[in-house]
């Protein structure tokens, strides 16, 4: 009996302290496994500026410094963010905000003018880590659409809203709203103007669907600016703002703001931005596609781009090019116009600059 009763104490010390081990102060967290990621120290940013007939020969020197003068500030901006271990999103909204900010190109300020006179413009950004995408169109009183895109990707239930109910989630959201006469500049209204002429010659000589396109496809910038970030948790995303086209009518979205299309993301693969002739990236799905032949067919970044962009892309009809960065951190800039305002950081700070098509790689220093 007595050593039936030592028994029954010893187990009941033993419990004791055990439950005393287990428990943990009153508000202390619960630990989380730690996760399987580990910061490294590559990094990398791209970001482009629109691609279209740009000739060297067409171009001043002052207006070329300007141009790579934002460009440089706009990448210069998203590589601190990334070098300092910011996230890739945080990269891609902030950087694109200083072009969406400069009339120089078709986002934001420098927004292109509808065949109303007004100023409608679209955006899309996306998560390369959770796939979770968000992505607005035809507003016209938001400062910073890229700014919009992130919220309904992350405080809405949805991937795209339009319109007035876009603007109405910004107000709800906070988001700066201005007058729709900040988006006004000159040179983009008189480019309306002179589009709107050609297209009544066009129109007047030639009787088919293709008129209506035509005019402002040869003699308009494709301004759409972009980015695409890997961060040192080894996360992409991309994001893209654009005013669309000149004289766009019926309430006209192109590529930007469709998943796959304009914008894409994927840890797995790569974040890529489009811009071009909107209405051809949308039918090849070509931010996707880039994608899915890294995935697929295990292209690399480099091969995936070309044949989209050189071979593909083409083939449809239409004319454009991307900006991409792959979870390696390896880059693409390629396009089949004359010209793309591009730039590049590594993770040392080293940085390419480009605006003219003038070798094969697209990524010389210029």
């Not at 080894?234 to 000149?246: D, E, K, P, Y």
């Not at 010209?339 to 210029?366: F, P, V």
């Amino acid at each position: 009996m007595k050593k039936l009763l030592l028994l029954f104490t010893l187990l009941f010390i033993f419990s004791c302290n055990q439950s005393t081990v287990d428990k943990k102060p009153i508000g202390e967290p619960d630990q989380k496994p730690t996760s399987d990621k580990v910061e490294s120290d590559n990094f990398g940013i791209v970001i482009h500026g629109g691609a279209s007939t740009i000739l060297k020969e067409n171009m001043t020197d002052s207006l070329e410094a300007e141009y790579k003068k934002v460009l440089t500030e706009a990448i210069e901006t998203g590589h601190s963010i990334l070098a300092n271990g910011g996230t890739a999103l945080e990269a891609v909204q902030k950087t694109i905000n200083i072009m969406e900010n400069s009339p120089l190109f078709n986002a934001g300020k420098g927004a292109v003018f509808t065949n109303a006179e007004t100023n409608d413009m679209d955006a899309a950004i996306m998560d390369g880590e959770s796939l979770n995408a968000g992505a607005i169109s035809g507003v016209t009183t938001i400062k910073n659409p890229i700014n919009l895109a992130y919220e309904v990707m992350e405080f809405s239930p949805h991937v795209m809203l339009s319109g007035k109910g876009a603007e109405e989630f910004a107000k709800e959201r906070q988001i700066e709203i201005v007058d729709p006469s900040y988006f006004y500049t000159e040179n983009r209204f008189q480019s309306l103007k002179k589009v709107q002429e050609l297209e009544k010659k066009e129109a007047d000589s030639i009787n088919n669907a293709t008129a209506f396109y035509d005019p402002f496809i040869k003699n308009s910038k494709f301004g759409t600016v972009g980015c695409v970030a890997l961060d040192k948790n080894g996360n992409l995303a991309a994001g893209t703002s654009t005013g669309g086209m000149t004289n766009k009518k019926y309430n006209r979205i192109g590529d930007a703001p469709i998943i796959g299309a304009g914008t894409y993301a994927n840890n797995k693969t790569c974040a890529v931005s489009a811009t071009g002739w909107g209405e051809f990236f949308i039918r090849g799905v070509v931010a996707y596609d880039i994608s899915a032949l890294m995935e697929y067919k295990e292209m690399s970044l480099e091969e995936a781009a070309r044949e989209v962009i050189q071979k593909k892309l083409p083939e449809l009809g239409g004319d454009g090019g991307i900006i991409a960065i792959d979870h390696d951190g390896n880059i693409a800039m390629e396009f089949n116009t004359t010209g793309m305002y591009r730039a590049t950081m590594n993770k040392k700070g080293e940085l390419t600059l480009g605006i003219y098509k003038e070798n094969e790689n697209n990524t010389s220093q210029e």
